[in-house]
């Protein structure tokens, strides 16, 4: 079966800036998704209300766009701009002449006259724009079509025709990944992985179910978290870390009055000598709707010892369900 269209000299040069666009997206997300890593990573923590970095973030961006654009296709755009240039002059306007054949298609590129085979197996990608349809292929290169300069009948026949083709060449992702996305948390890997596969690969599909996945992980997290608090399960958990927090005062109340003499008349006054330290009774809640508090332990100075003790939920000391540490 034998296709022919028409290709203008203007349409190279056209075809080249829409596959630049083309890659261009994909780069831009994964240039602001390291630019957010690499700015965070190395945040200013005396930044004013913020460990976010915006300074370093706005510098790097730029640069890693440019070596995303550079790796994934810039130095190939270059080289065919490069080529162009040099056979502009010879270059007219041409019918495009593609055989089809039983493991490829067979044509003859613009700017040379070898023939060309590329096998079914060859083809990543069929990217099908408002002025080109382009047919990617593994190694890089690239035909496309003028869909205003030919027939629409002749695009769509060709265009379906080489998506049946490579069909059995393309690398789905399996039922069982897709579902195991949806898995709250640990589905997210799955989901990022077939996020980054629907940017790269301009398909709608993955991309809608990478998102999916982020939903599924953000809502199985929230009724984990009302059903968590609602029968109070994290509370041994709370009172875990509140005693080791008290445990923990006890000893540099005792380090305190080693050095010092004395106990301190309030515990502001250890952070002096261990700015980590939590003077706090942990009241966490798993779910976004309720409000988590950390209240204040309650502690006395009585000259030769001293009185320490969490509150509790009531906030009143010296009742029942206050908290006391070890020791």
């Known amino acids: 079966m034998k296709f022919q269209f028409r290709t203008l000299k203007e349409d190279y040069t056209k075809s080249l800036n829409g596959i630049f666009i083309y890659y261009l997206y994909p780069s831009l997300f994964f240039s602001v998704l390291f630019g957010l890593i690499l700015s965070l990573s190395i945040a ?54 593609i055989e089809v054949v039983e493991n490829g298609i067979q044509y003859k590129t613009l700017i040379s006259d070898k023939d060309v085979f590329k096998p079914w197996s060859g083809f990543k990608q069929v990217y099908e724009s408002k002025n080109f349809n382009y047919f990617i292929f593994n190694d890089g290169q690239y035909l496309f079509l003028n869909n205003f300069n030919n027939s629409k009948e002749s695009i769509h026949e060709f265009t379906t025709l080489v998506k049946e083709k490579i069909k059995p060449f393309q690398h789905k992702i399996s039922k069982g ?15 990022f992985v077939i996020f980054i596969r629907g940017i790269s690969e301009r398909n709608l599909n993955y991309f809608s179910i990478g998102i999916l996945s982020f939903v599924a992980t953000v809502v199985g997290w929230i009724v984990f978290g009302i059903f968590m608090d609602a029968t109070e399960k994290n509370s041994g958990s709370n009172k875990f870390s509140t005693k080791n927090n008290l445990n923990q005062i006890v000893k540099e109340l005792a380090y305190y009055k080693l050095k010092n003499g004395e106990f301190p008349e309030n515990l502001d006054s250890l952070r002096l000598q261990n700015q980590f330290l939590s ?24 000259d030769t010892t001293y009185i320490l003790r969490a509150i509790g939920p009531d906030e009143k000391p010296f009742t029942e369900d206050d908290i006391l540490p070890d020791y």
Do not use: C
């Open 44 to 97: 200013n923590p005396n930044h004013e209300n913020s460990n976010f970095n915006w300074v370093r973030f706005l510098v790097s961006f730029p640069i890693i766009t440019a070596l995303f654009l550079f790796l994934s296709w810039g130095r190939k755009y270059l080289k065919s701009i490069k080529d162009f240039k040099k056979k502009k002059e010879k270059i007219s306007d041409s019918v495009l002449s």
């Open 279 to 302: 003077i706090y009774e942990t009241d966490f809640k798993m779910s976004p709707f309720s409000e988590s508090k950390f209240r204040e332990f309650y502690y006395e100075n009585q």
């Open 177 to 191: 990944i897709i579902w195991s996305s949806f898995i709250p948390v640990l589905g997210l890997i799955f989901g």
